[in-house]
């Protein structure tokens, strides 16, 4: 168990780092955190190929549409595959100012021990939640929500 307490803090640590470089702006650091190869989706559907396509994205991203801003991260768990592959699932959210209570994307990262023998992030994919359509659907179907909710 141990063992696995340690991989747990060292994919926390992978997360910490995204959240760190992207307070400070700084799209190198940030995309240092991905493989070389790494996939990329946002949001908006945008799917970004590689590390220096992701570094790039994010260059131009803070210094116009996210100049500025934060990133919230909240894990809601991480499962491992084996001793070098590890999926994450979470929330997360960019701001200004006060950091939002309630977190309005879904986050999946997978992550891989490199060649170098570091976790990276292999591939991310980035979800807007829509809470008032989750709440619909679940009470005209409930057999759709999740056994496990928060």
Same mark, same amino acid.
């Given at each position: 168990?141990?063992?696995?307490?340690?991989?747990?803090?060292?994919?926390? !640590?992978?997360?910490?780092?995204?959240?760190?470089?992207?307070?400070?702006?700084?799209?190198?650091?940030?995309?240092?955190? #991905?493989?070389?190869?790494?996939?990329?989706?946002? #949001?908006?559907?945008?799917?970004?190929?590689?590390?220096?396509?992701?570094?790039?994205?994010?260059?131009?991203?803070?210094? !116009?549409?996210?100049?500025?801003?934060?990133? !919230?991260?909240?894990?809601?768990?991480i499962r491992f595959y084996g001793p070098d592959a590890a999926v994450v699932n979470g929330r997360g959210d960019t701001y200004k100012g006060k950091r939002p209570h309630r977190l309005g994307k879904v986050q999946t990262y997978t992550l891989i021990r490199d060649t170098d023998g570091r976790w990276r992030?292999? !591939?991310?994919?980035?979800?807007?939640?829509?809470?008032?359509?989750?709440?619909?659907? #679940?009470? #005209?179907?409930?057999?759709?929500?999740?056994?496990?909710?928060?």
């Amino acid at each position: 168990m141990q063992g696995q307490q340690q991989e747990t803090a060292e994919v926390k !640590a992978v997360l910490d780092g995204l959240v760190a470089a992207w307070d400070r702006n700084d799209a190198e650091a940030y995309g240092a955190l #991905f493989t070389e190869d790494a996939s990329y989706l946002t #949001f908006t559907g945008t799917v970004y190929r590689g590390r220096r396509d992701i570094v790039e994205s994010h260059r131009a991203l803070f210094a !116009a549409f996210l100049k500025g801003t934060k990133l !919230a991260d909240e894990v809601l768990d991480i499962r491992f595959y084996g001793p070098d592959a590890a999926v994450v699932n979470g929330r997360g959210d960019t701001y200004k100012g006060k950091r939002p209570h309630r977190l309005g994307k879904v986050q999946t990262y997978t992550l891989i021990r490199d060649t170098d023998g570091r976790w990276r992030v292999a !591939a991310f994919q980035n979800t807007r939640r829509k809470p008032v359509m989750e709440r619909i659907t #679940f009470t #005209f179907s409930p057999g759709t929500a999740p056994l496990a909710r928060e």
